[in-house]
């Protein structure tokens, strides 16, 4: 199972990024996925999550109202749509994959959860 992240890039406070993170090997359409970030040093830090199907979310109080998390099955992919970004939002960006099958809940917000992470993007956001 191989998780590839892209769209990070330097942007602007108020700027917008979407972040993709495809996936290769095993049942996507079946594992519940999040993101996270993390800055140098500190442990990695959760962003949003998103059920199997698509229907449930989860986002961190910093991001939501801002972030918006979704998944196309048939590309096996994931998406974090990042609206109005604030330099604390400044960070390596991960996605990760929960493949327990224990269903979706707020525990989703811990990195134990997820048995597999993509390589991270950096997300740069200046003043």
């Known amino acids: 199972v191989q998780l590839q992240a892209s769209g990070g890039g330097v942007v602007q406070t108020g700027d917008s990024l979407r972040l993709s993170c495809v996936q290769s090997?095993?049942?996507?359409?079946?594992?519940?996925l999040g993101w996270f970030r993390q800055l140098p040093g500190a442990e990695r830090e959760f962003v949003a999550a998103?059920?199997?199907?698509?229907?449930?979310?989860h986002y961190s109080d910093s991001v939501k109202g801002r972030f918006t998390i979704s998944r196309d099955n048939a590309q096996n992919t994931v998406h974090l749509q990042m609206n109005n970004l604030k330099p604390e939002d400044t960070a390596v960006y991960l996605c990760?994959?929960?493949?327990?099958?224990?269903?979706?809940?707020?525990?989703?917000?811990?990195?134990?959860?997820?048995?597999?992470w993509g390589q991270g993007t950096q997300v740069t956001v200046s003043s």
């Open positions: 090997g095993g049942t996507f359409s079946r594992w519940n």
């Open positions: 990760a994959a929960d493949i327990s099958r224990l269903g979706f809940g707020p525990h989703l917000a811990s990195a134990y959860e997820y048995e597999y």
């Open positions: 998103i059920s199997w199907s698509g229907a449930t979310t």
